[in-house]
């Protein structure tokens, strides 16, 4: 059994920053990727950033803003928002693929990030 946990949410004025923390824990487990969703009221679940063992990549609305980062041997995952704006007020999840593929093997409960103007 694998679990993942999110923290670090909170409230923050637009141009502010947060620090989000994935963190895994039960079964030790091989991964492909390790990614940030989130949803805001009424609209889908979209992207935000993925890391592989090679690479990082980025919702382009973040790109320059949000940072992607893993502590492997934490078992930790990370994404430094800056420069946050209303428009990132969401629920954030992170999202574990255990091989390539379309679907997500674990999913975190979500930390909610709110931004105001």
């Known amino acids: 059994q694998v679990q993942l946990v999110e923290s670090g949410g909170g409230l923050v004025q637009a141009g502010g920053s947060l620090r989000l923390s994935c963190a895994a824990s039960?079964?030790?487990?091989?991964?492909?990727?390790i990614n940030w969703f989130r949803q805001a009221p009424g609209k889908e679940r979209e992207f935000v950033a993925g890391?592989?063992?090679?690479?990082?990549n980025y919702k382009p609305s973040v790109k320059g803003r949000f940072t992607i980062s893993r502590d492997n041997a934490k078992r930790m995952w990370y994404l430094q928002m800056n420069s946050l704006k209303p428009e990132d007020t969401a629920v954030y999840y992170c999202?574990?693929?255990?091989?390539?593929?379309?679907?997500?093997?674990?999913w975190g409960q979500g930390t909610q990030v709110t931004v105001s103007s």
């Open positions: 999202a574990a693929q255990r091989v390539i593929g379309p679907s997500y093997d674990y």
């Open positions: 039960g079964q030790t487990f091989s991964w492909y990727s």
């Open positions: 890391i592989t063992w090679s690479s990082t």
